[in-house]
């Protein structure tokens, strides 16, 4: 054995083993995690306000998961709405719902807030949060559609289309009673 296999086989025991590297999850697995989370809302049974905002924070998600793609938005907003679908939604409803329900419900835990009032404050969150994304992105398009529009300009002019000239009307005769022109 010479110098090169020994190290041949140190280098080999450097490299680590089936390391799997997390992967981020597709627009389908996005889009499955809401769906779980909506229906584990739904099944608990949980107080209208609570899914209403729910409901809010998804569609919010679902409206701005396609346009993500196209708007080459920057990576802290494409990952804050896949970790609000995957991450930050259910997990603030599974925190609700280990709690004995009746005492979430009622019991001050901070500030005077019962888990429950706490629950809607980080539903509004997600949901403003997400509200200010969907925006950003309907930004990006509206101001490609803004510089469309000034390319087209500069390249065909601005002169406004003109419609071609419309004969002169007819002139009308002295007696209103005629029903026919002259």
Do not use: C
């Amino acid at each position: 054995m010479g110098f090169l296999d020994w190290v041949g086989r140190v280098n080999d025991r450097l490299e680590p083993e089936g390391i799997d590297a997390p992967t981020v999850p597709s627009d389908a697995d996005i889009l499955n995690a809401l769906e779980r989370t909506e229906e584990l809302a739904r099944s608990a049974g949980l107080p209208s306000l609570v899914l209403v905002r729910v409901g809010r924070v998804a569609g919010l998600v679902r409206d701005t998961l396609p346009r993500l793609r196209s708007t080459g938005l920057n990576t802290t907003d494409s990952y804050a709405v896949m970790a609000t679908a995957t991450d930050y939604l259910p997990e603030a409803l599974g925190a609700y719902l280990r709690l004995p329900r009746d005492w979430a419900n009622t019991r001050p835990v901070d500030a005077g807030k019962t888990s429950l009032m706490l629950l809607v404050d980080q539903l509004d969150l997600l949901g403003s949060t997400m509200a200010k994304v969907l925006d950003a992105v309907a930004r990006t398009d509206a101001a490609a559609l803004v510089a469309h529009g000034r390319f087209l300009t500069e390249r065909f002019g601005g002169a406004p289309v003109t419609r071609p000239p419309q004969p002169p009307a007819p002139p009308r005769t002295g007696n209103p009673l005629d029903l026919e022109g002259p």
